[in-house]
């Protein structure tokens, strides 16, 4: 399984996040290999109206409908195709009560939560609230280039030993540095059920081939 | 001129953001009164392009393009067709310095700033930024019912007068509270350009009717 | 076990506070049952010297030593004599991964951490970080005269039962509403370790007749 | 007119946080330059009695007495003995409204407030709620090395020209950077009223020495 969170990059908002979703759900039939991404709230309805694949938002408020100016629900993404969201990534912590909030109401929703956390310890915790994934990160190696699952893969094999020890359904995903599929295989190898990415994929200078090479297509 | 915040209100969300924004649009365009929208992030694509009245966000985040998951800029919202946005509402308060990192980049862009204030202080504090509105909302009237302008004229007053002195080219918006005609006439008579509301309109049994009724249609 | 949470009420600051503290003192040696204080952070030092009960931080920023202008941390709050801290009380909530550093802190430096929830789920993902405590506290319940342990019984015995699954180390107190000796009572009979109170001594008339009948001296 | 930031540094902290002051009376007596430290929360009541110079508090809450856990208010430092406190620290923002409350809240106590900002635009804005002090720090050159007053000149003059156009009486520092005697001497030509530095002084190898050498006494 593979995530790619668009993030606020330029390459993965507005025309270019359409076209870059069109080839990840392209890629994802070819490969038979599972993809999702994660996109802007702007973009979030004009995606997930054009693609098969499951879009994701990257953050929602832990809010119900009321006076919230500026919030973004999970029954609002829900409204608009979104398949769940990513909570509490390392570039949009939240505090406990509320990643305990997001992951209830998605859950409620019939949604799909991907909680990302920054160790072992932090993923064993989220574990206890039963998101359908937790996606551990160590915030040293995102955006580095350096594989998570190269670098420090007993962070990968303990997050994921902790986590099923907790709650044996929760999915566990690893990310940070991940570009190369050598790094997407050994995660897979270390028990981790998928990767979270985004630079190595979406600023990419060919997004296609890097995302084809990941999946073992070339 | 009238703003309306839909919030995060379910009767300004989604298909009911879409009907009420044209609602807004039409009464506009009877009454000649300039009246505009701000709307949720997931709305906002598709309001911009269906209606020919001014579409604004209900907040930005401070920041670039980049690695900034979940968040949404100027640029963005340019993209799809905003206006501008309200900046620093009472329920998304903002730093100092995000606020002034906001309105230049709305500048530079070309956009419009609305930015909340709460008191005749922070009035004066803002109008040194140079926004192009500044909306003074006692946080104790907001969806009081209570209209500013009839409770507190003279944060009204006091509020336009400290905001032109430091920037002559700013215009001030009152709200909190406001939902009829006589408090939005009032409003005017005490110096500032215009409402902000919320609840009076998004909240209103009749929404049509409650909108014609501020602009003096009915 | 009795945690008393002097917050930053007026009767639980400066000499007030240490008066409280001596009271605390005096009543926890005359009745045998522990009890402890946890303090302001400019009252910590000279409350820390003057009782030979146990004295907390109600606060520690999740930081080291360095360039942050403002903080409290674990380190500093240790040199002045602190046993330990709470941690994410509902009045100053922490992100996830700052409880976790926060913990991992005061364990190293062989201090004590206890760390605040709101429900039955955060209580069981903060007992995955192993503190050395987890008070629950229903936030609705908080300064409400309405005991957790009446109220919502389920919530004590279920927050007990699922922190110990996770961490059968874990000691459980339980918060809110708590004034009266059998609301203390009922929470030890439910599973609790212990009670975190507040307003129900602090803000009482008479502070000490509130302590003495709270551990069965009147 | 010298304010030193201890921040969080090991060396401006406890002990040392207390023999520093001591330094800086003795330098600020000896000189006759006004030279005041702004300490650690659990630091101040032990240095505000113990030194004859100005002792500020390095942030304050904005709250009154009451139910806020871990909060440090104005009223609070009062009781202690600070002169003021340092409020918006670029490593410590907040929000505008809550910067208001501080500068009114301090005024009204008869303290001293010194807001710090990050550009001239939000110098000229905070100006507007008439503090005794704006410090600009442009956030790049904090910790630096680089001073302010050498690097951005221009800074310097347009922070002081628009705060003092929007309030005369209010007083200019600057800050980032600045270590040296020629830094310091290059502010006040610049129009400020006096400098704001950390590092420079609580990191430096003699502190004393550093210290002397900026008044001008070696």
New interface residues.
């Given amino acids: 399984m593979i995530f790619i969170?668009f993030?606020?990059?330029?390459e993965g908002?507005?025309k270019n996040a359409l076209e870059l979703a069109k080839i990840a759900e392209e890629v994802a039939e070819r490969s038979g290999v599972y993809i999702a991404v994660?996109v802007?709230?702007?973009d979030?309805?004009?995606i997930a109206k054009s693609v098969r694949i499951d879009v994701f938002?990257?953050?929602i408020d832990a809010?119900e409908?009321?006076?919230?100016?500026?919030?973004?629900?999970a029954e609002?993404?829900k409204?608009?195709g979104a398949k769940g969201s990513?909570i509490?990534?390392?570039?949009?912590?939240?505090?406990?009560?509320d990643?305990?909030f997001c992951v209830?109401k998605l859950k409620k929703l019939g949604m799909i939560s991907i909680v990302c956390?920054?160790?072992v310890?932090?993923t064993?915790?989220?574990?206890?609230?039963?998101p359908d994934f937790v996606a551990v990160e160590p915030p040293e190696l995102?955006?580095s280039g350096i594989a998570v699952s190269k670098a420090e893969p007993e962070v990968v094999e303990r997050a994921v030993a902790?986590a099923k020890k907790?709650c044996k359904e929760v999915k566990v995903l690893c990310g940070a540095g991940i570009t190369k599929r050598e790094d997407y295989v050994r995660a897979l190898e270390l028990g981790a059920d998928g990767v979270l990415l985004?630079?190595g994929v979406v600023k990419a200078k060919d997004q296609k081939k890097a995302l084809e090479e990941l999946v073992g297509l070339s």
């Fill in positions: 969170n993030k606020a990059y330029k908002f507005g994660a802007n709230h702007l979030l309805p004009v938002a990257q953050h809010v409908f009321g006076s919230y100016t500026g919030a973004v629900n609002m993404i409204e608009y990513l509490n990534h390392s570039e949009r912590r939240l505090k406990l009560a990643i305990d209830s956390t920054n160790n310890a932090t064993a915790a989220v574990s206890a609230l039963k995102i955006g902790s907790i985004a630079s």
